[in-house]
């Protein structure tokens, strides 16, 4: 069984090519000092560390005493557009999911995969940055919900009823389909994706 969770949860990957030489992207614009704790307040401090040891409440509290280690440490990695590869190294915890009637098969079980804390930092930073510029050039549909700041599940519900009370006013039938991508997140493939982004007028630190 053990060798079988491993095959699910971590199958081997081909061996990634060193990263070619990085230039600074000089339209990224600069890292404001308001980023920082916008970051850093959707960070739990009760999630756990990653194999640094460091928690989020340790970040949050150098980021208050001195406000210039992280303004200096992060612009770099932005206006380059890089994630180090050591920030993806991460503990994985495997746990079985509760109610099933066997446990002899991988989809029984869940992982959980702990990062260093540090990587998700330039990680909402980008993200926030990614969603104002997406936003800005109409690329996502304007009633999307999932990771939208501000924008919850309410909201989607909301809109569904509006439409459907809309149509029905019309006394027209009206039908709803709901249905869920499996992995769909994970299976994204960059060199797709890429293109479509700097087609949209995404900035190219971005799309890094």
């Excluded at 070619?20 to 404001?32: G, I, Q, V």
């Excluded at 503990?91 to 066997?102: A, M």
């Excluded at 959980?112 to 690329?139: D, G």
């Excluded at 389909?177 to 890429?194: H, M, Q, R």
Aim: glycine share 6%; hydrophobic share 40%; net charge positive.
């Amino acid at each position: 069984m053990n060798e079988a969770l491993l095959g699910h949860f971590f199958p081997p990957i081909a061996a990634s090519s060193p990263p070619p030489r990085l230039r600074p992207h000089l339209s990224a614009p600069h890292l404001t000092i308001e980023e920082i704790p916008s970051a850093l307040a959707t960070s739990s401090p009760s999630v756990a560390p990653g194999t640094d040891g460091m928690p989020y409440l340790t970040w949050k509290r150098i980021n208050a005493i001195n406000l210039s280690i992280l303004l200096q440490i992060l612009p770099p990695l932005i206006s380059l557009g890089y994630h180090p590869a050591w920030l993806t190294v991460a503990n994985g915890i495997v746990l079985d999911k509760p109610g099933k009637p066997s446990y002899r098969s991988p989809s029984s079980f869940r992982i959980l995969v702990i990062l260093r804390t540090f990587s998700k930092i330039p990680e909402r930073i980008v993200a926030a940055r990614l969603l104002l510029s997406a936003r800005t050039r109409s690329l996502i549909y304007p009633n999307q919900s999932g990771s939208c700041p501000g924008i919850s599940t309410y909201n989607a519900w909301l809109t569904l009823v509006n439409d459907v009370k809309t149509l029905q006013r019309q006394r027209l039938n009206v039908s709803s389909l709901f249905f869920n991508i499996k992995a769909g997140f994970d299976n994204v493939e960059n060199p797709t994706l890429a293109p479509i982004l700097g087609e949209g007028g995404i900035p190219a630190n971005l799309v890094s």
